[in-house]
């Protein structure tokens, strides 16, 4: 069955602290990988997504994110994390026409 | 910039009573979605619909429906709203890729907080 699972339910982090939030997923065939971020009060929007090539993506402030197809992993990282990074991380892969969200990681981060 | 906005940031209806959430999107989307964002059980899916008058069901369709009668609306029908469906309801749309049937990043709306008294 297809499935994306994030590891880490919540997170603190003090800032300039480095980052890495899991996700794995199981998938047949070809597989779009994604993070989401909600900001507290604000909708969802995208951080990266995977679709092919390179398996280290960037994404917007300084988020990037690396493809290990071995490993089933794409896991999210950023260097040094900032108080407003707080905020709610979904993984998501997709396939056919149908996404999977992993159950989210919530990240406070300390001033 | 994409734009999906979605008819009401906050509801308040009694068991019983029949819900219709609307969601348009102003990019000529394929696809639509409508999810429920519970604490601790992320984005579930609904409902979704990659075309005019298409639909399949999600992971929780259960006491919903949908409606899709135009490319740019996508309605999200409670027929007796209950109180195990208070919840943040997140509408989303994307493109699809034709060629290999794979969908592309979702927009979101800013989401429906539904109360059920």
């Known amino acids: 069955a297809q499935s994306v699972s994030q590891h880490n339910h919540h997170v603190i982090l003090s800032e300039a602290a480095s980052l890495e939030l899991g996700c794995n997923y199981s998938?047949?065939?070809?597989?779009?990988l994604f993070w989401y971020v909600q900001y507290p009060g604000q909708h969802l929007q995208l951080l990266l997504k995977?679709?092919?090539?390179?398996?280290l993506v960037k994404g917007i402030k300084g988020f990037e994110a690396e493809f290990i197809k071995s490993k089933f992993s794409f896991n999210l990282r950023k260097p040094s994390v900032q108080w407003s990074d707080t905020a709610e991380y979904f993984c998501?892969?997709?396939?056919?026409?149908?996404?999977?969200f992993g159950t989210g990681t919530r990240l406070k981060v300390l001033a | 910039d994409v734009k999906v906005t979605q008819s009401s940031r906050y509801l308040v209806k009694r068991t019983g009573e029949k819900v219709f959430l609307e969601c348009v999107q102003d990019?000529?989307?394929?696809?639509m979605f409508w999810y429920r964002q519970d604490p601790g059980l992320g984005l579930r899916l609904i409902y979704f619909?990659?075309?005019?008058?298409?639909?399949e069901k999600g992971d929780i369709p259960e006491g919903y429906s949908v409606s899709r009668e135009k490319k740019e609306r996508f309605s999200l029908i409670l027929e007796s709203a209950s109180t195990n469906q208070t919840s943040m309801y997140l509408c989303?749309?994307?493109?699809?890729?034709?060629?290999?049937?794979?969908?592309?990043?979702?927009?979101f709306g800013p989401g429906t907080r539904l109360t059920v008294t």
């Open positions: 989303a749309s994307s493109r699809r890729d034709r060629g290999h049937q794979t969908s592309y990043e979702q927009y």
């Open positions: 998938y047949g065939g070809t597989v779009n």
């Open positions: 995977y679709f092919s090539g390179d398996p």
């Open positions: 998501a892969g997709s396939g056919t026409y149908k996404y999977i």
């Open positions: 990019m000529d989307h394929e696809n």
């Open positions: 619909s990659y075309d005019v008058k298409m639909k």
